[in-house]
């Protein structure tokens, strides 16, 4: 249809893709779902275009980012003495931003973080997202047959509930932090689960220890 032969035009999948990254939250969980699906239901142009909305979004503003920190840990003037933030994150993806930090109170000596911070207004805004981006999908012709759209919405509803809910999030961590170190393979072989640092986790900011790392498409070269 129209749609799709517009969505196999390089230009026009490259559009689509900038807006969903720009977008975040429920829009930019709906593209990376649709990123990984079978090459065949879509064309090669939106496949390549969605590829770059599963490596990560833009950033948020610096004042969105600091209001949200102040909102969750209070007026800037209580925790600036106790963290070292850089405002610049070094990721970004669907719901939320990393940024490296220092702990100033800890009794390691700067102590390395990252924190997550939440998108402000991405939990309360997933049943009204998700509800437009159908219709805009079924409307742009982006959902040809075999895709099953419904499915992919709802799964991603299920996921993004989940992932907004930070410390459901830190339960799981530390659940299987515990259950990698008291493996002695695991251990052996160096898998590490970081530290959930309590003092600064909240429920839309979540703070642990910094460890270096990849990405998740790098697990095939281990």
Sequence with gaps: NNGSLVLSNDANAQRLSDSLRRMRGAAMKLGQMLSIQDESIAPPALTNALEQVRKGAEAMPTHQMMQQLND??????????????????????????????????????????????????????????????????????????????????????????????????????????????????????????PDVIEEFSTDRILVTEYVRGGTIDKVIDL
């Design 72 to 193: 969750q840990w209070g007026d800037q003037d209580e925790w600036k003495d106790r963290i070292d933030l850089e405002e610049r994150p070094f990721a970004a993806a669907s719901i939320g931003q990393v940024h490296r930090a220092t702990l100033l109170t800890s009794s390691d000596q700067k102590k390395k973080v990252a924190v997550k911070v939440q998108y402000p207004g991405v939990a309360n805004s997933i049943e009204s997202d998700l509800s437009n981006l159908s219709m805009l999908v079924k409307a742009s012709g982006l959902s040809p047959p075999g895709l099953f759209l419904d499915n992919v919405i709802r799964v991603g509803r299920e996921e993004l509930k989940v992932e907004c809910d930070y410390r459901r999030e830190a339960v799981n961590h530390r659940r299987f932090q515990q259950l990698i170190s008291s493996d002695p393979g695991l251990v052996k072989d160096r898998f590490v689960v």
